[in-house]
Structures are given as C-alpha cells and as structure tokens.
C-alpha cells in the first residue's frame, strides 16, 4: 500500500524540485500551511501579459507535496490563472471526489491519484496549487472565484 503511494516516480520528482528557492522581485507572494500536517509552501511569481513569467517556490512538505509542486514548477511557465485553477480543481476533484485526472500542461499529476485514497495526505498535495493560485491572483488582479480550503482533508 505505502509502496504505491510513495512511488519510484513520485520520489523522482521529489529529487528534483525545479524553481526552489524565492524571486528576488517578485510581483507577489503566497504562503499557505496545511493545518493537519505543518507542511508550508511560499510561492513567488512575476506575471507579464497575464501568464506567468517567472517562479520560484520554497517547499517544507511530505513527499506528495513536494511533487504536486514539483509538477507545478516544471510546467508553470506560461500559464495563466485560469489555467493553474483548473488545475487546481482538477487535482482536488481527483483525489476528493473520484474525478478525472488533471489534462493538459499538468496532465502529470495523475501521477498522484494514488493519495486519494489517503484523505489526511490530500490538504498537503494540494498547497502548491493553492499557494500559485493566490499569488498569481493577486499579481494579476484577477477576482477571487472560488473558494478553497486548504486545511480541510
């Protein structure tokens, strides 16, 4: 059981975090904690033309978090917000509700459909995608659409 959900993929991507670290400048900044884990993600972007532009993030989480932001990191470049939100939502469909995986330039997260079966693992899957969110949302000045929380498993 631990063996799929700790995967030689999984641990791969965990081994190579890309954009570790913090912007100099960045255009804004998110930090987000899950609750039941202590696991915490800060996200910097600088956004041009509406898509992300640069990125970098400093992870303290599990190793499901960490390739949920590792996902993140190797394909953020050149989203938009509504891309990282569908992204978002579809990761959290996947692992609360059974729902599809994630398509498109995060298609990879399927690689963790696996944790769905793992509730209390879900919240700090999940950070990396809700801390770009914010930050990109507030780079952007992009209106708040939904709704999310983060600590809930």
């Known amino acids: ?36 884990c202590g696991s915490r993600i800060v996200v910097d972007v600088t956004v041009a033309d509406g898509k992300v532009a640069d990125f970098a993030q400093d992870v303290t989480a599990c190793a499901l978090g960490q390739a949920s932001a590792a996902i993140l990191g190797a394909q953020v470049i050149g989203a938009d917000l509504s891309e990282i939100e569908l992204a978002r939502d579809a990761l959290r469909a996947m692992l609360k509700s059974n729902g599809p995986a994630p398509t498109g330039r995060f298609s990879e997260l399927a690689v963790l459909e696996t944790v769905k079966d793992y509730p209390a693992r879900h919240a700090s899957t999940l950070l990396a995608f809700e801390a770009a969110v914010e930050a990109v949302r507030e780079a952007t000045g992009g209106a708040q659409t939904r709704t999310s929380r983060v600590g809930a498993a």
Request: glycine share 6%; aromatic share 2%; net charge positive.
């Open 1 to 36: 059981m631990i063996d799929d959900l700790y995967s030689a993929r999984i641990l791969g991507l965990v081994a190579n975090m890309p954009r570790a670290g913090r912007l100099a400048a960045p255009d804004a900044s998110a930090e987000k904690t899950a609750k039941l």
